[in-house]
């Protein structure tokens, strides 16, 4: 059974960091993506980052050049180090996995939730001015 377990949030000020960690478990893929989405409230759930198994990552234009993608494989973990924080930023976080293809051509960050079968519980991040 695949699980993926968010960690890492937290409340902060704008213009500080955190690292999000998603602890993967239950499947041995070699071919998959991974995606950070976050929802705020009211709002539809976004895409904001990928990285697949061969190591490209791709990012919304909203968060290029604050954000960065990893991932651990002997940990089977994947991050996201969020820098510069705004309160725009204030939204639940989380990881989504598709197993065995790739992330979507041509989407980046700005992935699609249909593509993700699997999701975390989340993680909640909160930016105060």
């Known amino acids: 059974q695949v699980q993926l377990v968010e960690s890492g949030g937290g409340s902060v000020q704008a213009g500080g960091s955190l690292r999000l960690s998603c602890a993967a478990s239950?499947?041995?893929?070699?071919?998959?993506?991974m995606a950070w989405f976050r929802q705020a409230p009211g709002k539809e759930r976004e895409g904001v980052a990928t990285?697949?198994?061969?190591?490209?990552?791709g990012y919304a234009d909203s968060v290029k050049g604050r954000f960065t993608v990893s991932q651990d494989n002997a940990k089977n973990t994947l991050y996201l180090q969020i820098n510069s924080l705004k309160p725009e930023d204030t939204a639940m976080y989380y990881c989504?996995?598709?197993?065995?293809?790739?992330?979507?051509?041509?989407?980046?960050?700005?992935?699609?939730?249909?593509?993700?079968?699997?999701w975390g519980q989340g993680t909640q991040v909160t930016v105060s001015s």
């Open positions: 990285i697949d198994s061969n190591g490209s990552s």
């Open positions: 989504a996995a598709d197993l065995n293809r790739l992330c979507l051509a041509g989407w980046g960050g700005a992935t699609p939730t249909w593509h993700y079968k699997y």
């Open positions: 239950g499947y041995s893929y070699s071919t998959y993506c």
